[in-house]
Nanobody, 124 residues
Framework: QVQLSESGGGSVQAGGSLSLSCVVS????????MAWFRQAPTKEREFVSA????????HNVDFVNGRFTISRDNTKNTVYLQMNSLKPEDTANYYC?????????????????WGQGTQVTVSS
C-alpha cells in the first residue's frame, strides 16, 4: 500500500519561508511523478508544482514561479517544496500527490495517491 506523509507546515509571517517534505512508502518512488497541490477554505484543491520521475523537468503554476521550488531525492523517497516570499494568500492545506505517468499534470484527478496534507498559515 502506497502512503504519502507530508511535514513542515506551520505559521509564518508574510515574506517568510517554509520547507515542506513528503515521504513516500510502500511503492517505487522513482516511478512516480510527484506534485504539490493546495486547498484553502471554501476553495477547490489547486495545482502548485510537479516534478518528473528523475527530477529533470519541473512544472509550476504561474503564481508561484520564482517563489516556490520543487525538488526530490529518490534515495530518500522524498519530495520537497521550498516556499519563499510567502504571502497571506498562500495560506492553505498543502498536499503531495503521486502519479504513475511519465509526464506532469495539473489535473488532480490524474493523481493516484495522496497524502493527508500539512497546514501552512501566512499572516500579514
Amino acid at each position: 500500500q502506497v502512503q504519502l506523509s507530508e511535514s513542515g507546515g506551520g505559521s509564518v509571517q508574510a515574506g517568510g519561508s517554509l520547507s515542506l517534505s513528503c515521504v513516500v512508502s510502500g511503492g517505487t518512488f522513482s516511478s512516480y511523478v510527484m506534485a504539490w497541490f493546495r486547498q484553502a477554505p471554501t476553495k477547490e484543491r489547486e495545482f502548485v508544482s510537479a516534478i518528473t520521475t528523475a527530477g529533470h523537468s519541473v512544472h509550476n503554476v504561474d503564481f508561484v514561479n520564482g517563489r516556490f521550488t520543487i525538488s526530490r531525492d529518490n534515495t530518500k523517497n522524498t519530495v520537497y517544496l521550498q516556499m519563499n516570499s510567502l504571502k497571506p494568500e498562500d495560506t492553505a492545506n498543502y498536499y503531495c500527490a503521486a502519479r504513475l505517468r511519465r509526464s506532469t499534470s495539473e489535473d488532480r484527478r490524474s493523481y493516484d495517491y495522496w497524502g493527508q496534507g500539512t497546514q501552512v498559515t501566512v499572516s500579514s
